[in-house]
């Protein structure tokens, strides 16, 4: 099978490729340049795309560095910014595998006669289902909700059935350069020098909001109500006493709520932008509402996801993912 390998510069899409390479299959490397990164060092810096290449090198294999800055920039980063702008919360890392790395890299390779596209993901494919990765703790299953039946087709992601640490010893058992490598953890667009503040400063304006109660008294007041994501606690301006937790964002009235921790929970979430890894479900489902969090349990209908027991609410424009077991069976992105 003749099969691109997605190669980041870490160790997961550095052991994925190498499994490829062991199995006999005609494995091709390719490094995707979404940004052009200032720094020498972490996403799509020269750092990362030389270790990349390094391992290519040790594994014999061809290659390649695709530049798609522009379209990472209107699908992920642009969008990004807007969301804030309207007080969402978004998550930047789904929207990049839905239109850059399970979408215009499958569609490029499949034009270049690859079979697969393969990726360093902690998920599983088995006949068709989406499954979480066998390391619950790095599972990764979440952020690819989004890819349907074409998509998972034509992926593989031979590390999804290895723990970390089986990862780490592989690499270093092949004397890969990224084996001791650790695992990059925050959005690749926001510097750690600036932060998300002075990215969001660069792309929209930051206004200074109001911070009332639940009541509408005013508390306190944000700089810029733009960074403010339901469910914070500092930063709100609202001085000592009793801990207080933002429970919704109005970008209109530039509006923060404030309330305590009860306030902060919900028995229900209604979804948008669903998407559906075989078909649409109702029903009993498991809800996990983050990247890193655990399913809890729920039900499914319509549009609306209601909780077993009172959740903390989820800061709209996050992402709901639907299990059922170790299943992904879908979801959409948080309304109210």
């Not at 798609?68 to 209107?74: G, K, M, N, V």
């Not at 930047?92 to 390779?109: Q, S, T, V």
């Not at 914070?232 to 000592?240: C, S, V």
Request: proline share 4%.
């Amino acid at each position: 099978m003749k099969v691109l390998a997605a190669m980041s510069g870490g160790v997961d899409s550095s052991v994925a490729a190498a499994l490829l390479v062991e199995e006999g299959h005609d494995v091709t490397g390719v490094t995707l340049r979404l940004w052009d990164n200032p720094t020498d060092a972490g996403c799509c810096s020269v750092a990362e795309i030389d270790d990349a290449r390094c391992v290519a090198h040790v594994l014999g294999i061809d290659h390649l560095v695709w530049t798609f800055t522009e379209e990472f920039d209107a699908r992920v980063v642009a969008p990004y910014a807007a969301a804030h702008a309207e007080g969402l919360t978004p998550n930047p890392c789904i929207e990049c595998n839905r239109h850059l790395k399970f979408g215009r890299l499958l569609r490029r390779a499949r034009q270049l006669g690859f079979d697969a596209v393969a990726t360093g993901h902690h998920a599983r494919i088995v006949d068709g289902r989406l499954l979480r990765g066998a390391d619950l703790l790095k599972d990764q299953s979440y952020v690819l909700y989004v890819l349907g039946q074409d998509e998972l087709a034509q992926c593989r992601f031979p590390v999804g059935v290895m723990t970390k640490a089986e990862v780490r010893a592989k690499a270093a058992a092949l004397g890969l350069p990224t084996a001791d490598k650790p695992d990059s953890q925050d959005v690749c667009f926001v510097t750690t020098s600036g932060g998300r503040e002075a990215l969001l400063a660069s792309r929209i304006p930051l206004h200074p909001g109001r911070v009332v109660d639940t009541a509408g008294a005013d508390v306190g007041h944000v700089d810029a109500l733009e960074l403010v994501t339901v469910g914070q606690r500092r930063g709100l301006g609202t001085g000592g006493g009793a801990k207080r937790y933002a429970i919704s964002v109005d970008a209109v009235t530039r509006t923060v709520v404030v309330g305590d921790a009860g306030d902060l929970l919900s028995r229900s979430v209604r979804l948008t932008q669903l998407c559906w890894v075989r078909q649409p479900v109702e029903g009993p489902v498991g809800v996990q509402t983050s990247a890193h969090g655990d399913a809890v349990a729920g039900a499914f209908a319509g549009a609306t996801v209601t909780f077993a027991e009172s959740q903390r609410r989820v800061a709209p424009g996050q992402s709901v993912v639907l299990y059922r077991g170790d299943e992904v069976l879908g979801g959409g992105m948080a309304i109210e």
